[in-house]
């Protein structure tokens, strides 16, 4: 049976893809380990890499200030990637890389049995939600698999590029925080 440590210890001697060779640091997750909320990236960009923590970076702060908005913060939730290492200059991580990852991710999800998971960006909701999953179309809706409200938003780095995007995902933000309040009985969403 699966424990934190020993999970986080299996998977940073995990070199099954090209990916565990070019790494600086395993970035496997970060928060609260019984949280009822799960937030999953792609994949760690160079500051992940180097700090071994997920969006720690501008996305990263942008994530935080999201999650500000609706009562939310890393002491309250799980947050992990797709893919546990650092593709090369950012590309997405390919199909390969991925299934060699998602077994970690599985576990990891097993180990937390969240209530919600939140898929940040079309790499994570394709992986999680459904494999033609449509960001510009599909965020926000719900799905729920086995027992588990999932839905999609925009990735932190896409808001970044684009501002346009960010009214939609207000909306989207709030319709998680109402979604919380109604099936999460351990997570206080006050917000400031």
Partial sequence: MDTWETLEQECGSCHACPLGNGRQRLVFGDGCRTAEIMFIGEGPGQREDEEGIPFVGPAGKLLD?????????????????VVKCRPPRNRDPMNVEQEMCLPWLRRQTALLRPKMIVCLGRI????????????????????????????????????????????????????IQAKAREICSRTDLSTP
Avoid at 65 to 81: F, H, P, T
Avoid at 137 to 146: N, V
């Fill in 65 to 81: 200030d999201m999650m500000e908005l609706i009562g939310l913060d890393r002491s309250k939730v799980y947050i992990a990637n």
């Fill in 124 to 175: 994570a909701a394709q992986a999680v939600m459904k494999p033609d999953f449509r960001i510009t179309k599909e965020h926000g809706q719900w799905i729920r698999k086995a027992g588990v409200w999932i839905t999609a938003i925009y990735h932190p780095s896409a808001l970044l590029r684009d501002v346009y995007k960010r009214p939609e995902t207000f909306l989207d933000l709030k319709a």
